[in-house]
């Protein structure tokens, strides 16, 4: 069945290779453009370019940015689960949901990035137990935010990064409202239908979760394709070397609106 939701589009705008001010101004931009979503990423250091060029930490930036923005939404495009007890994250991510006035994704992975558990003191272990552990994660941060006074404002989106098609697609099933992957129509195709027979096997509606890719290149080179493999939100990256220039996302936007009708 085709989801009838419509087409968005989100900005990652990567922290890296640049001063605050300038991104700051960007995601004004991407706001005043029409970017649906904004997220960063949660690393500590930059994962391409000067290893050890400029940098800043993803949460207390997104605080920044509920106060900086008034419609888009924002999010970590991921958040690391090994960095924070997932009962903090759960309160962080509430605190900043009423911030923005209930705009907040809360993004979420495993983790992957060495260097960021090296330096930071953190235990990088196997890509088995950091799974796992993001598997006991998800149901504690949705049981901290059913705790929590004030409450969310309101049952915050959830949106899961990765492709493993035996775990991370079958948490996913179980606890997202949002998957977001990587690769071409086919590709994408294949890991949506992966994740709609996790869904089957649970007893929950696939057309619940949200199919969510990055992209690269030009919408009239991937969109079409894209789209009829059931994706609906589009993401552009950014990151800050030679400045930030938001040409494709306004490619991607215009796309989206002709599509929307």
Not at 50 to 55: A, F, S, T
Not at 240 to 245: A, R
Request: charged share 25%; glycine share 12%.
């Amino acid at each position: 069945m085709t989801d009838p939701r419509p087409v968005r589009i989100g900005l990652q705008l990567q922290p890296q290779h640049a001063d605050y001010a300038d991104i700051r101004r960007t995601v004004a931009a991407a706001e005043e453009a029409g970017a649906d979503v904004v997220f960063n990423w949660d690393h500590f250091f930059p994962l391409y370019g000067e290893p050890d060029g400029k940098h800043f930490e993803c949460w207390t930036m997104l605080g920044a940015w509920a106060e900086a923005t008034s419609r888009v939404q924002i999010g970590a495009l991921v958040t690391c689960n090994s960095y924070r007890n997932p009962d903090l994250l759960a309160d962080m991510a509430r605190t900043v949901d009423h911030i923005s006035g209930g705009r907040l994704i809360l993004g979420i992975g495993a983790g992957w990035f060495r260097r960021d558990y090296d330096e930071y003191g953190y235990e990088f272990g196997t890509a088995g137990g950091r799974l796992r552990d993001l598997a006991q994660a998800l149901p504690r941060i949705r049981a901290r935010w059913a705790t929590l006074n004030p409450a969310p404002t309101r049952d915050i989106p959830v949106l899961v990064g990765g492709g493993g098609e035996k775990k991370t697609l079958r948490y996913t099933a179980e606890h997202a409202n949002i998957w977001h992957g990587f690769g071409d129509a086919g590709t994408v195709a294949h890991k949506c239908a992966v994740l709609d027979g996790h869904c089957r096997d649970i007893g929950r509606d696939p057309a619940e979760i949200e199919r969510s890719v990055a992209v690269e290149a030009a919408p009239e080179e991937v969109g079409a394709e894209l789209y009829d493999a059931g994706v609906r939100l589009f993401t552009v990256a950014q990151d800050g070397q030679g400045g930030y220039d938001l040409g494709r996302l306004k490619d991607w936007l215009a796309w989206r609106d002709e599509r929307n009708g």
